[in-house]
């Protein structure tokens, strides 16, 4: 176990020491955030409620899908992709420990960071007057570890296609493309037709955004909480079991060289 | 000299599209995804509404394509010699172009065309061909107009995308400081009176990104103000001769060590 922690605490520094990153992956995010904000905003100068959103509602999920979005972005599925490449995989399988498990410490390490500067942001938003916040119940938080842990197999699996793929850099404007769409940022998915959102909203995208500002902001029934805390569930079984084959097919075709 | 030279570039480039055609089918889909995307946020917003601001379902929709051909049209011609320059500072690497018999900022801001990114401009245009129908309330003099400032905001982006480049002279990979015009063009993307009274001074008459794709769009539906263009002209000049002055000057500074 402390030779998880180890790696856990070399990411965080690692990611406190390349502080520019962080906080401009932020300013894109916060740029981004002003310009649908404001959009919606100006839509409410003629309405009182949108779908069952009042302005306020609408503005304090805005802010929270774009800020959750820096968290749930899919930069840690790119690391295999650079150990293959490089052939520094072949350092990391003849160490003592679980690939799987030091790639989790390393996303944690990552993630820890980023929830830091989300948890220091929505305070602010909310000093600023800009964020309503009500205290998530013990489900919620639950809910939202799970489509963490949901997360990261899912990038997991997404970065061992970088056995077979040689450019890994185009999945990452399809992944935030699809989290935009799927996820809710541009606009709550319960806005959808019935009919759509209930194909959409158990995909792991809407599980990533959707679900999880839904979840902090105490506006899941008890039921929908339930069923989404199944479906994520039921996602991490499914992206594990792709994990363990491909990562078996993936080293069988691996061959260390590095270019 | 220069046609000859743009010739030669436009093959090169042509070539290269064959090379990587698997990357070039990615970036052909992505323009497809996002604008699927912008389009379905519109659908969404106008289900609720007939107007945001003034601004009609199709106002927005020509607006949203005349900032996605801004864009695109920039990507086509600067964007890969822009992204190449950087290294090229950091690298030594600029030598060569400094004694050919071309201009060198021209020849380092057009090395390389991006050929999926027509695909794009492509996408824009239909768009527009839907929109425009519904919001065009001059005549063929309007659709002048804004072909005219279309090339405007491109060339305007493309000043904004040097000038920020340029610090590379400066300050080593200003990777992060680069890509703040990419950022800045995102706010240009909505009607400029959506936003509070304080963006909307800053980014009109402090620094005027939102009128690169604001005014085209204006134009088309005959709401223009004859100020803001002429303002926008004359600060297109004079940002010219800043991001000129501020190239000659990064010249003085270049060491040509890498």
């Known amino acids: ?259 | 000299m220069f046609f000859n030279y743009l010739k030669i570039v436009w093959s090169l480039s042509i070539s290269q599209f064959f090379i990587y055609r698997l990357t070039s089918v990615f970036v052909c889909f992505f323009g497809v995804l996002f604008t699927t995307i912008e389009v379905i946020t519109l659908f969404v917003l106008y289900h609720y509404t007939d107007s945001i601001n003034g601004w009609d379902f199709y106002s927005f929709l020509t607006l949203s394509a005349t900032y996605t051909l801004i864009s695109y049209i920039y990507q086509f011609f600067f964007t890969l010699s822009h992204e190449k320059l950087i290294d090229k500072i950091v690298e030594g690497d600029l030598d060569y172009d400094l004694v050919r018999p071309i201009d060198s900022q021209l020849i380092n801001s057009i090395k390389q065309l991006d050929i999926p990114s027509l695909i794009n401009i492509v996408i824009a245009i239909v768009l527009l061909c839907f929109s425009v129908p519904h919001v065009l309330t001059g005549h063929i003099f309007g659709i002048v107009m804004y072909i005219l400032f279309v090339l405007m905001g491109v060339y305007f982006y493309y000043l904004v995308n040097q000038f920020f480049i340029n610090f590379a002279f400066w300050i080593e990979r200003p990777y992060q400081i680069a890509a703040i015009p990419e950022y800045l063009l995102d706010i240009a993307s909505r009607p400029r009176n959506v936003y509070p009274p304080i963006l909307h001074v800053l980014f009109v008459w402090v620094f005027p990104i939102l009128l690169s794709t604001n005014l085209p769009a204006e134009i088309l539906r005959g709401d223009y103000s004859v100020v803001t263009l002429v303002y926008f002209l004359l600060f297109i000049i004079l940002f010219s001769f800043l991001v000129r002055i501020q190239w000659k000057q990064a010249l003085k500074k270049y060491q040509s060590a890498n």
Do not use: H
């Not at chain 1, 929270?64 to 972005?73: G, K, Q």
């Not at chain 1, 999945?171 to 037709?193: A, E, K, T």
């Open chain 1, 1 to 259: 176990m402390n030779k998880y922690l180890y790696v856990f605490r070399n990411e965080i520094l690692l990611n406190l020491t390349y502080k520019g990153n962080i906080i401009s992956s932020f300013i894109v995010q916060i740029i981004q955030m002003i310009t649908t904000v404001f959009v919606w905003r100006a839509l409410y100068s003629g309405e009182n409620d949108i779908g069952n959103y009042n302005i306020s509602e609408m503005t304090t999920y805005l802010i929270l899908t774009s800020l959750l979005s820096v968290i749930f972005s899919p930069n840690s599925a790119f690391r295999l992709s650079t150990l293959i490449s490089s052939g520094k995989l072949s350092i990391l399988l003849i160490r003592p420990y679980s690939y799987f498990f030091e790639s989790f410490s390393v996303f944690l390490g990552q993630k820890v960071v980023q929830i830091c500067v989300v948890f220091i942001m929505i305070i602010c938003f909310f000093l600023l007057g800009l964020f309503q916040f009500s205290f998530p119940n013990i489900v919620s938080i639950l809910l939202v570890l799970t489509n963490f842990i949901l997360l990261f197999i899912f990038l997991s699996v997404m970065g061992e296609l970088s056995f077979w793929l040689i450019e890994m850099w185009p999945l990452r404007p399809i992944y935030n493309g699809l989290l935009s769409l799927f996820g809710g940022v541009m606009f709550p998915l319960d806005l959808l037709p019935e009919s759509i959102l209930n194909i959409i909203q158990f995909t792991p995208f809407s599980l990533f955004g959707y679900v999880n500002t839904k979840a902090i902001m105490g506006e899941l029934s008890a039921d929908a909480m339930f069923n989404f805390l199944i479906a994520s569930m039921l996602w991490i079984i499914f992206f594990q079991i792709i994990y363990i084959i491909l990562w078996k097919k993936g080293l069988k075709k691996y061959e260390g060289v590095g270019i």
